[in-house]
């Protein structure tokens, strides 16, 4: 199968893998999505590091163009045929929603501070338990609602003194990016339903590279060896995350898998501290602390919760 490549062609993931297998469905989404976190982190300190270096639409392209090469070896080894879709028409709608996010994200990821690129992305859960209820139908639990809006406090303590700093203007760009990734996300979760994680992830990564191909075109300027390096491991760990990601959304409500969402803020805070020499603030500190409390609290009544029949 597929998703069997990955333990041999991306072994920094084997053991998350091995501990995923095991618990309840519930608590295996919210371990993916646990994750798919962490390796978003790591994947946004490598990207800005790059979008400092090159243009940001070329640096976008090249960590899709080569997030679709860490697969080919994969792709191959499986065959063609195990990654033909069932229905071309969403895997191609996916592609052009997730591409216009990315525009508008990677178009500011240079000038917002890591932090608060991850906390004005925090209102994307919002957007993703609305559109659960409205286009997949999903049950409307009062727990994660509370979470959700606990842990979007916790965003506003972080963000709130600093919408006026150095971000600028550049923090309501990112800010626009968020309805159009949760869009991208419900789509994810409508695909799950009849396509595996592998051909979704591999089929996410083709479609964003042909339509980011003409921008990173006319910004292109020769990439140095160790920018060529740099695209590979965002081309690594994006592929991984959207994995992690996409197996969260599976078997479970992705409703269920979004308060968990709100840890980022932690891990990318931490690498922010590690990489970029950004020392968080108080204010980072409390609402860091106010979405660790909301994610524990939803995360421990959603691992016993059983999952909705026929998913």
């Known amino acids: 199968m597929p998703e069997d490549r990955w333990r041999s062609h991306l072994p920094f993931v084997a053991g998350v893998l091995d501990g995923l297998r095991r618990g309840s469905p519930m608590a295996r989404a919210l371990g993916w999505a646990v994750a798919a976190g962490v390796i978003f982190s790591l994947l946004n300190a490598s990207l800005r590091m790059l979008a400092m270096e090159l243009h940001p639409f070329q640096a976008q392209f090249l960590r899709y163009l080569f997030g679709l090469v860490v697969m080919l070896p994969m792709i191959l080894r499986s065959g063609l045929a195990q990654y033909r879709p069932n229905g071309l028409g969403g895997q191609l709608w996916r592609g052009v929603v997730h591409t216009g996010g990315l525009l508008l994200w990677f178009f500011a990821l240079p000038h917002v501070p890591l932090a608060d690129m991850t906390a004005l992305g925090f209102t994307g859960p919002i957007f993703v338990m609305i559109g659960a209820v409205w286009m997949l139908g999903e049950r409307m639990v009062w727990e994660r609602w509370v979470a959700a809006l606990i842990g979007f406090v916790g965003v506003l303590i972080v963000v709130g003194p600093k919408l006026s700093g150095a971000g600028g203007y550049y923090n309501l760009v990112m800010l626009a990016a968020a309805p159009m990734f949760a869009a991208s996300f419900l789509i994810t979760k409508a695909l799950t339903r009849r396509d595996s994680a592998s051909v979704i992830v591999v089929w996410q990564a083709l479609t964003v590279s042909v339509f980011t191909l003409p921008l990173a075109w006319l910004h292109w300027s020769p990439p140095t060896a160790m920018q060529w390096v740099g695209s ?53 500190i409390v609402g860091g602390m106010v979405v660790l409390a909301s994610t524990v609290w939803i995360a421990r009544r959603e691992a016993g919760r059983a999952p909705p029949s026929g998913r």
């Open 232 to 284: 590979l491991v965002c081309g690594m760990l994006g592929s991984a995350a959207h994995y992690c990601l996409t197996r969260s959304y599976k078997n479970v409500d992705i409703s269920s898998t979004q308060s968990v969402r709100f840890l980022d803020l932690i891990w990318s805070a931490t690498l922010g501290f590690l990489v970029f020499g950004d020392v968080p603030s108080q204010s980072s």
